[in-house]
């Protein structure tokens, strides 16, 4: 668990959710969404659907794409 980590590093950990939405209702991806950024400092996630995010937590984002083989932020 992320309390877990937290006591043995001192610090929270980064959180690296890959494609985590792929077979989530949208409650469910709600769910999941709200939890890592009430619980993590640093939340990586990757997805196929950008739009997605912005509505379930709009303004809370920091975007970066991966665009022929160079990051870009957005």
């Known amino acids: 668990s992320l309390a877990v ?4 590093l001192g610090e929270p950990p980064m959180l690296l959710l890959d494609d985590v939405f792929a077979e989530l209702d949208s409650k469910r991806q709600h769910n999941v969404l709200m939890v890592a950024f009430e ?7 990757t997805c196929t659907d950008a739009a997605l995010i912005e509505t379930l937590v709009p ?6 794409m991966v665009e022929s083989g160079t990051l870009e932020e957005r």
Do not use: C, H
């Open 5 to 8: 980590a937290t006591g043995v």
């Open 39 to 45: 619980t993590a400092d640093q939340t990586l996630l």
């Open 59 to 64: 303004g809370r984002t920091r975007w970066v």
